[in-house]
């Protein structure tokens, strides 16, 4: 018998998140995400994603062992702005076991028509910077430690249980060349010169700070219209500056300014921490940061995270500025490889800029969508 058991508790949340480490033991492409940034997402009192969501979250227990998990997070942020009263689905596990997937997928459209939603899609989290979309192609290829990893039996079970495919987003991995292509060599001095444009040459993390509102105003801005995209708060903001901004490595966050020292692009790379997190198993203590502090600084890979581009300067050759500056500091510190962050595939624009490399489209990933 399957049992559907509420989070109530901090001692419950501890074993919703700690339930994915189980599951995947062994397994040599996932990667652990950390714990202690897990439970801070799902807690109410530290995730300020709560000042517009509202969430849920039950694990799926039969003979007395822990066997599924899924989390329904409504965004009334996202209703409003997009006008769907789709609910969200995440942090979804479960064993191989059709009973299991459905009574964790029932139990949380039933919450969802409860709260007068008349769909539900996922897996999606609170915002657009949590890990999101189930991985539908690449189970042979290492995670990163921004993005979903799932076992393949996932998604027979989703359209087992009536969901189907809303959008799909596409990963590429890019071998760097010693050189940078010449076409982005023109196209970035071009644009540098035709708007009157300047990169900041930051040396450490603090020269970045002054810069951090007007980096994330513009992945307001810039991201807008992607899918179910809605803005980061202040508050939201403020976090991310603390967790991400003290320990960035600035020879991969590459920021265009234009004559009154206004951010009109930017580029957030951090050298891979697939590796690191593996041996630390989600732990920082008391020697995950150590595995964590030593690929930040040694490392023949890096992940491409976030870049955005000023919308009336898409399209214009300043992407270009951004990939030249970022491939120099490759070169130059012995990166021979980047994984690219999910890109929608629908998103030509982004997806095209990789053709002047060595590139491998190796990754597919999906959000789903169910409706009542």
């Not at 994915?20 to 997402?41: A, F, S």
């Not at 949590?130 to 990893?149: K, P, Q, S």
């Not at 920082?284 to 030593?294: A, K, T, V």
Request: aromatic content about 14%.
């Amino acid at each position: 018998m399957i049992e559907i058991r509420e989070v109530n508790t901090y001692r419950d949340l501890k074993k919703f998140v700690n339930f994915q480490y189980k599951l995947y033991r062994g397994n040599k492409y996932w990667v652990p995400p950390l714990r202690m940034d897990e439970i801070n997402t799902l807690r109410e009192d530290k995730n300020p994603a709560f000042d517009f969501c509202e969430a849920k979250y039950w694990l799926a227990v039969k003979d007395g062992e822990i066997v599924g998990r899924i989390a329904g997070i409504i965004n009334n942020m996202y209703i409003e702005k997009w006008g769907t009263r789709n609910a969200r689905f995440g942090w979804v596990d479960f064993i191989d076991d059709q009973e299991v997937s459905k009574k964790l997928f029932e139990t949380v459209e039933a919450w969802a028509m409860d709260k007068g939603m008349t769909g539900i899609h996922g897996p999606l989290g609170f915002c657009d910077l949590d890990r999101e979309g189930l991985l539908v192609d690449g189970f042979d290829e290492m995670g990163t430690f921004t993005t979903i990893y799932n076992y393949p039996y996932y998604p027979l079970h989703f359209e087992k249980h009536g969901y189907v495919k809303d959008v799909d987003w596409l990963e590429y991995e890019l071998t760097i060349p010693n050189q940078i292509p010449d076409v982005i060599e023109k196209a970035s001095q071009n644009a540098l010169k035709r708007f009157h444009l300047k990169v900041l040459d930051a040396k450490k993390p603090k020269d970045l700070l002054p810069y951090v509102k007007g980096i994330f105003q513009l992945l307001n801005n810039a991201y807008s219209d992607l899918y179910g995209v809605v803005p980061l708060t202040d508050k939201q903001i403020e976090l991310y500056t603390r967790q991400y901004f003290g320990f960035v490595n600035p020879d991969y966050v590459k920021i265009v300014l234009d004559q009154n020292d206004n951010v009109v692009a930017f580029g957030i790379a951090f050298p891979s921490l697939t590796l690191a997190l593996r041996k630390t198993n989600g732990r920082l203590f008391p020697f995950g940061f150590i595995y964590l502090l030593d690929a930040l600084k040694r490392n023949n890979m890096i992940d491409l995270c976030l870049v955005a581009v000023k919308p009336e300067l898409q399209g214009k050759g300043v992407n270009a500025i951004l990939m030249k500056e970022i491939h120099a500091k490759c070169v130059k510190n012995g990166i021979i490889k980047a994984q690219c962050n999910p890109q929608l595939e629908s998103n030509i624009k982004v997806r095209t800029q990789w053709k002047y490399f060595d590139t491998k489209q190796h990754k597919r990933r999906r959000c789903y969508i169910k409706y009542f």
